[in-house]
């Protein structure tokens, strides 16, 4: 390997190290995010979370559609 090349694999490993310094602080912004906003120290934990979510919604949505039937036949009756 010559000078040029050695140069050019500096430069790109000192480009590696910022790119990874910068992925790094943002791995770090996230995690205090999941934490502050969602109490949860792990990403499995939030993955728990979600799901729990996800099921209290699907059960809403289902209240929803048992109201909005009921508003149609007591409005159907009406007509």
């Known amino acids: 390997m010559n000078e040029r090349q050695l140069l050019n694999l500096k430069e790109k490993i000192d480009e590696s190290k ?15 995010e999941l934490r502050e906003q969602w109490q949860c120290k792990t990403v499995e934990e939030a993955e728990a979370q979600l799901k729990s979510m996800q099921g209290e919604a699907e059960k809403i949505d289902g209240q929803i559609d048992e109201k909005l039937d009921e508003v149609k036949r007591i409005y159907g009756e009406l007509v």
């Open 18 to 32: 910022i790119a990874v310094a910068e992925l790094k602080g943002k791995q770090d912004h996230l995690v205090g």
